[in-house]
């Protein structure tokens, strides 16, 4: 038989090894290009994406408090800014920043290592992504009033405050199809977590709304009748402690000389300290009950000289 021959056993037996090297050659190959492509993620990028998460999910929960205290201050019109919520706006912007570091490391490292991986709608969104949280980013940097940075006119501001707003809930829309097209979320811890920290910063804006002033204070069952015929009422339609008229000594730590012009003045004699409107509110009060029955009439008098007796419990 000739060996030029295709079919002879002599040519099929000498290029059998080179058929098989090659397939193996190509497959290691394939094995190469499918291990470079899943991994998306090298052991420092894993913990910068770490860090990023945890930071987010913090400056979530202080951005969700932050904003139900605005929230609260367009809805009934009024101040609920105090200390606390000053520190938590320092916060947010110290945590911003810190933010920005290891979201710029993770974020083109990931992008980098992901770049031709054969699922181009995860890609795709991965990228929206980036340029999203790089928008929050950069409008928040710009709402700071830092140095040239600042942004001074108003409609600017405007502008940059709700790309601010808005931005966030984009991020976490496409954080979540950008998972969604890649490996499996863990919906149930998630959840967990996001119940817990939920409930806390409900809270948080809860007592952020109340008045510790307020509580236990107790009111009249006459309701705003009680107070009549006088206009004079208190902020909360209830009594105040009778302790808060007694602090003579406690206002005049900042208001000496207003203190000392009280105390030689006639105010300082203006209710039942003085004689003369002792005399008065009784004979009053003794006529009304004849005619009325009842000295509800009195209290005209003493909305302005005698609060502490009318409304102190």
């Not at 979530?60 to 205290?69: D, F, K, Q, T």
């Not at 206009?231 to 402690?241: D, E, M, V, Y």
């Amino acid at each position: 038989m000739n060996p030029s021959d295709p079919e002879s056993p002599e040519t099929s037996k000498t290029d059998q090894p080179n058929k098989t090297g090659n397939e193996s050659v190509a497959q290691r190959r394939a094995e190469r290009e499918r291990i470079r492509l899943s991994k998306v993620f090298t052991p420092s990028l894993r913990v910068c994406f770490q860090i990023t998460l945890g930071l987010f999910v913090v400056l979530s929960a202080n951005s969700i408090y932050l904003g139900g205290v605005t929230f609260l201050e367009w809805m009934h019109q009024q101040v609920y800014q105090n200390y606390f919520y000053l520190l938590m706006f320092a916060a947010h912007l110290a945590l911003g920043f810190l933010f920005l570091i290891p979201f710029l490391i993770f974020g083109i490292g990931h992008m980098v290592m992901g770049k031709d991986r054969p699922n181009r709608r995860a890609v795709r969104v991965g990228y929206a992504l980036f340029y999203v949280a790089l928008a929050m980013l950069i409008s928040g940097v710009a709402l700071s009033r830092i140095g040239g940075l600042e942004i001074k006119n108003p409609a600017g501001r405007s502008l940059a405050y709700w790309i601010h707003v808005i931005t966030p809930l984009l991020a976490v829309w496409l954080y979540i199809l950008h998972r969604l097209v890649g490996s499996k979320i863990r919906w149930k811890i998630g959840l967990q977590w996001g119940g817990a920290l939920g409930l806390v910063v409900v809270g948080m804006i809860a007592l952020q709304a109340s008045d510790p002033r307020e509580w236990n204070q107790v009111g009249s069952k006459d309701g705003e009748q009680y107070f009549d015929p006088s206009r004079a009422r208190t902020t909360t339609g209830n009594f105040i402690p009778e302790r808060a008229f007694v602090l003579d000594e406690y206002c005049m730590e900042c208001h000496e000389d207003a203190y000392h012009g009280w105390f030689a003045s006639a105010h300082h004699f203006s209710s039942f300290s003085n004689p003369a409107y002792l005399f008065s509110v009784q004979e009053t009060r003794r006529k009304m009950i004849e005619r009325d029955g009842n000295g509800q009439a009195t209290r005209w008098c003493a909305g302005c000289h005698d609060p502490a007796g009318r409304d102190s419990v």
